[in-house]
């Protein structure tokens, strides 16, 4: 199985893909517009911060699985993947202390405006008497919107730092809130309306973008401190800067809108560089969680090459088409299941999903096969006939 890892990855990763018997190739420096013309005959991508474009996936003859090292996959094109049968898998939760600890490290420099006195210090300005005016962290109000993993550990450091939190998620329920001390909102913009401090973590999703837009803006406190780890897209950028200016709002940023898809390259919006405590979406990089990572990978990786179906995987259909289930219990002879679905095939119905399990002593072995249509008593017959078919249900 031949491996592109198209960004940088734990030399541990490399070693164990290359014990498994994998032909890996490293090219850290690829980017969406050179990867097109590398992809050629590899069966595995692996890639963190690169963009893999429908011009990648069409010009992979032999892919067959992208793996992103790291949880969110907003960067790779599923629908072009799942249009060429290509799996898209990730590595969740890997992450989650990393970014956490960003995100405190972010609202701790914001709230000290920690970026801000450094670059005065280098500078050779001693200026204690406008850097010693932090509101502080203790008894304010954090809210979290997306208690996930990452969201979860955020509030678990937050409560140790003495802050009440206040969270709203799509699972979090009033019952769920109370059993982990938690105060609960109702929707967003009740998150927005009584935090001092709010850090979004939501995956990318069409009903996530932008969400975070003027009227989410309008609704938070004047002077509160907006932080976003999760994806530069659930926030429409000019409504925070018409907040920053209006609402006097502090920020802190990881990710942005229209980022850079590699590692090092120009960052556009120096304006609004300009004005917030910035990073550049360093989130999920720490050596703990690139290590975790990477044995994230080679497990997706071994998976895939000892059963056919890599783990993590995110543009399978959820709920099938299926309206039938076939089960053929068969002798275990060459051609059988082939002549099964022949009937099938000629019957018009189209098959959704099918497993073969094979019994102890590899005699014979029984077949569910998922149908789209209901076959008629005559097909089924016409199964049941086959040579070496021990016996037919249709459910």
Not at 204 to 228: S, Y
Not at 355 to 372: H, M, P, S, V, Y
Request: charged share 25%.
């Amino acid at each position: 199985m031949k491996v592109l890892i198209a960004d940088k990855l734990s030399a541990s990763a490399v070693d164990a893909l290359v014990n498994l018997g994998c032909s890996v190739t490293v090219e850290a420096e690829l980017t969406a517009d050179t990867l097109p013309q590398r992809i050629d005959d590899f069966d595995v991508l692996v890639v963190r911060s690169t963009r893999v474009t429908a011009a990648t996936i069409d010009a992979a003859a032999s892919l067959s699985l992208i793996i992103r090292a790291g949880a969110g996959v907003n960067t790779i094109d599923l629908e072009a993947a799942s249009h060429r049968g290509i799996y898209v898998a990730n590595c969740p939760g890997e992450n989650t202390r990393a970014v956490a600890e960003l995100v405190i490290g972010l609202m701790i420099a914001a709230d000290r405006r920690i970026v801000d006195a450094a670059k005065e210090l280098r500078a050779g300005v001693w200026n204690k008497k406008e850097y010693s005016k932090a509101r502080g962290l203790a008894g304010r109000t954090l809210g979290i919107i997306g208690l996930g993993s990452i969201g979860s550990a955020v509030a678990l450091a937050a409560c140790g730092l003495k802050m009440n939190v206040i969270a709203w998620s799509r699972r979090l329920t009033p019952e769920m809130a109370r059993d982990l001390d938690i105060g609960f909102c109702a929707s967003p913009l009740e998150v927005a309306e009584k935090a001092d401090v709010l850090s979004v973590h939501l995956a990318a999703a069409p009903e996530t973008k932008r969400m975070c837009d003027v009227e989410f803006f309008a609704h938070m406190k004047e002077g509160a401190l907006f932080i976003n780890t999760s994806r530069g897209d659930i926030v429409d950028t000019a409504a925070l800067k018409q907040a920053m200016q209006e609402k006097k709002l502090r920020v802190a940023l990881d990710v942005y809108e229209n980022e850079p898809g590699s590692g090092t390259a120009d960052f556009a919006d120096i304006e609004l560089a300009g004005k917030i405590t910035g990073t550049p979406h360093i989130g999920a990089s720490t050596e703990q969680a690139s290590e975790a990572i990477a044995a994230a990978v080679v497990r997706i990786v071994e998976h895939y090459m000892h059963t056919g179906k890599p783990t993590n995987v995110v543009n399978i259909r959820q709920e099938s088409y299926a309206c039938s289930t076939l089960e053929v219990t068969h002798y275990n002879k060459v051609g059988v299941l082939a002549a099964v679905l022949h009937e099938i095939r000629s019957a018009g119905i189209n098959v959704e999903e099918m497993d073969n399990t094979i019994f102890t002593n590899g005699a014979a072995a029984g077949a569910t096969i998922k149908i789209d249509e209901k076959p008629s008593p005559a097909v089924v017959d016409k199964i049941r006939q086959l040579e070496h078919v021990i016996r037919v249900a249709l459910k």
